[in-house]
């Protein structure tokens, strides 16, 4: 069983920063895929952003891939998403959520993933 807990939301200015974190606990993240969703108010959830354990493989979104950063330290078991350049539309609720990774793991796809944080909440002021 693995524990999830996101950190680093928070409110920000349009053109500023956050890095969010993704913590896990019971177990660490040996063999998993990471990855960032999101999900603003009455949207569906959506895919950001995602590494692997293997070969630190990185996936981005096309709307985030410009100003989002996904890296992890192993020794912390912790992942981060710097996020750059902020938007208004990148309010929502961010998600970590991490998945057995096997070979026909899919990152993109919310279904993959078998262990889910609570979110941390973003919200971008213009």
């Known amino acids: 069983q693995v524990q999830l807990v996101e950190s680093g939301g928070g409110l920000a200015q349009a053109g500023g920063s956050l890095r969010l974190s993704c913590t896990a606990s019971?177990?660490?993240?040996?063999?998993?895929?990471v990855g960032w969703f999101r999900q603003a108010p009455g949207k569906e959830r959506e895919f950001v952003s995602a590494?692997?354990?293997?070969?630190?493989?990185?996936y981005y979104a096309d709307s985030v891939k410009t100003r989002f950063t996904i890296s992890r330290d192993n020794a912390k078991n912790t992942v981060y998403l710097q996020i750059n350049s902020l938007k208004p539309e990148d309010t929502a609720v961010y998600y970590c959520a991490a998945g057995w990774e096997t070979g026909f793991f899919a990152p993109r796809r919310s279904r993959s993933y078998n262990y889910w944080g609570q979110g941390t909440q973003v919200t971008v002021s213009s």
């Open positions: 590494i692997t354990w293997s070969e630190e493989t990185t």
């Open positions: 019971g177990r660490t993240f040996h063999s998993y895929c």
